[in-house]
């Protein structure tokens, strides 16, 4: 979504006269788009605000105007400015559409600028404005904010609760997204599957699959208590529907869970991936963990690494819990030592990549449609491409023909790492 936002910041940008340059040193107006899901991205943050004042300091004859915009910024709000006193621009999540007024008053002088309101209309941003990355999937919004309160998680603060996109906005952007060439969308929402802009988001999913042209649809991210059967008949059942689903369960304690305020259980989580069927097995499961959570206890953490065999991830996100301003998670004790919250995530990340590893060695030998993702071979004599279920593939191209970029080719899986697949164009 941040991603998406900075797209979005771009084109208003470039709508009021300004257009990008390739490094920092030769720009006027430097905004830094922010996370701030976890202490680390924080840190980023000042950190990398501390390399541009020094740019900013030793610029002779032409100013530099720093913005921070993005969740720090819609939770730090005045504050970023003491700590970071190089900042001119204060921008919050729901008050993009404000950018051009919030950059023209700062370089006019006016001095420091801030605007952290929640716009009511921010997720209806005109599509045509967007200046997309040069990817082969187009992101699109469905829907922003998120109306669940996980103990842990600063989003519901940063972003706000659910607002939604009416379907007819949805649409006409997958069409004109179709138009400009694009075959590939990902509807984007903190929790897409909440979505009621008009029909439920298996519904969503149904009308953007009628959509001519677009050959392959994601969607980011699923909470698993809004995974009903109906969404899950969709994806297994609509063809368009990449068969990849990143459901995040965090952890496989029921105790830890409802102290996380998950709202499941591990069995019911379970059970919404049996939702799946029998397809399950062609489509790339992906999930994220929170270790180290506060009272999480040995034998909760194995009850962790027990619902990591059980359904066999093919990939997975994994964190240490990190405490965030504003949320509840902070009352709880958190006296679990860090060396053993350290042990736990390596233990789980090694297994996990031992997971992705065989999962990658399955696909050796298929034919699969990829989508090609360079506009020519990278430094090691492959290009990039990616399947359905979003694996990475290294395409070798023996007769070195000029693959076409956001197109698929057919290829055969000849080898796996760890990471990527290897494959032939057949
Ligand atoms: N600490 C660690 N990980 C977190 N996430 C969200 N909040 C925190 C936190 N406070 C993780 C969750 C979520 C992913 C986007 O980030 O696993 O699914
Ligand atoms: Fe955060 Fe939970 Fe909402 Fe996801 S569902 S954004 S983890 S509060």
């Given at each position: ?12 940008l ?5 257009s ?17 899901i ?5 840190h ?7 390399r ?16 921070v ?5 819609q ?16 921008m ?7 950018l ?20 009511p ?5 005109p ?12 992101l ?11 103990t ?9 609760a659910?607002?939604?996109?009416p379907?007819?906005?949805v ?50 991210t699923?909470?698993?208590m ?5 969404l ?20 496989g ?11 499941y ?20 499961l ?17 009850a962790?690494m027990?619902?990591?065999?059980r359904?066999?991830?093919d ?32 233990r ?11 999962s ?5 030998g298929?034919?699969?449609?990829v ?19 979003w ?28 990471h ?7």
């Amino acid at each position: 979504m941040n991603d998406h936002d900075t797209e979005k910041m771009s084109g208003l940008l470039v709508s009021s006269g300004f257009s990008s340059v390739d490094s920092v040193e030769d720009a006027d107006v430097v905004l830094l788009n922010t996370c701030s899901i976890r202490e680390k991205a924080v840190h980023k943050v000042f950190s990398e605000l501390g390399r541009l004042r020094e740019i900013k300091a030793n610029r002779a004859n032409r100013s530099m105007f720093i913005g921070v915009t993005g969740c720090l910024a819609q939770h730090e709000k005045e504050k970023i400015f003491k700590r970071a006193p190089c900042v001119d621009l204060v921008m919050g999540t729901a008050a993009i559409q404000q950018l051009p007024k919030l950059v023209a008053d700062a370089v006019s002088g006016v001095g420091r600028v801030i605007d952290t309101n929640f716009y009511p209309d921010n997720h209806l941003f005109p599509s045509v404005i967007i200046q997309r990355r040069p990817t082969a999937k187009a992101l699109v919004t469905i829907i922003e904010g998120c109306n669940h309160a996980c103990t842990y998680c600063v989003v519901p603060t940063t972003r706000g609760a659910e607002r939604h996109r009416p379907v007819a906005d949805v649409l006409a952007e997958v069409r004109s997204l179709v138009e400009q060439g694009f075959c590939e969308v990902e509807l984007l929402g903190q929790n897409v599957n909440s979505y009621q802009g008009g029909c439920t988001f298996a519904e969503l999913l149904f009308r953007v699959t009628e959509i001519e042209g677009l050959e392959w649809i994601r969607f980011t991210t699923s909470h698993p208590m809004d995974f009903t059967q109906d969404l899950a008949r969709a994806i297994v059942t609509i063809p368009k529907i990449a068969p990849f689903l990143h459901l995040p369960i965090q952890s496989g304690s029921d105790k830890i869970l409802r102290r996380m305020g998950r709202k499941y259980t591990s069995q019911e989580y379970l059970e919404r991936i049996g939702y799946l069927g029998e397809q399950r097995d062609k489509m790339c499961l992906s999930t994220d963990f929170i270790v180290g959570f506060p009272g999480e206890t040995d034998e909760d953490f194995e009850a962790t690494m027990s619902v990591l065999e059980r359904v066999r991830f093919d990939a997975s996100f994994s964190f240490i819990y990190s405490p965030r301003p504003s949320t509840s998670a902070l009352r709880l004790p958190d006296d679990l030592p860090e060396n053993v919250k350290h042990e736990r995530l390596t233990r789980l990340q090694a297994r996990q990549a031992e997971l992705t590893f065989q999962s990658h060695r399955r696909e050796v030998g298929n034919i699969l449609p990829v989508r090609i993702e360079s506009h020519g071979p990278t430094e090691l004599g492959h290009w990039l491409a990616r399947t359905a279920q979003w694996r990475n593939v290294h395409l070798e191209n023996n007769e070195n023909r000029q693959l076409p970029f956001g197109r698929l080719v057919d290829a055969r899986i000849t080898g796996a790492g760890p990471h990527w697949l290897r494959a032939e164009v057949v």
